[in-house]
């Protein structure tokens, strides 16, 4: 059975840091691309960054220099660094893995971060 859990979310005030975790179980992140996307209140979700097999890392351009994608595979576990946050970057944030010859893509089940003083 296939699960992706996020952890670390909570409440920060602007400019504070947060490390998002995603560990996964039935499938190995180190062969997939994986993913984190954010879905604030009443605006659809977006993605936020990608880190692929090889390790290449993308970022959305409101995120590049203040948060970081990176991936452990002896953890099977990816990671999100966040830095100097603002109040836009407060949302739901989920961890996603694809890879082409898997029949579906994967999803954990999201985890808060709200950046509010």
């Known amino acids: 059975q296939v699960q992706l859990v996020e952890s670390g979310g909570g409440l920060v005030q602007p400019g504070g840091s947060l490390r998002l975790s995603c560990a996964a179980s039935g499938i190995p992140f180190s062969r997939a691309t994986t993913a984190w996307y954010r879905q604030a209140p009443g605006k659809e979700r977006e993605w936020v960054a990608t880190i692929t097999s090889g390790g290449t890392t993308y970022y959305a351009d409101s995120v590049k220099g203040r948060l970081t994608i990176s991936r452990d595979s002896a953890r099977n576990s990816l990671y999100l660094q966040m830095n100097s946050l603002k109040p836009e970057d407060t949302g739901v944030y989920y961890c996603?893995?694809?890879?082409?010859?898997?029949?579906?893509?994967?999803w954990g089940q999201g985890t808060q971060v709200t950046v509010s003083s």
């Open positions: 996603k893995a694809a890879r082409a010859d898997w029949p579906r893509e994967y």
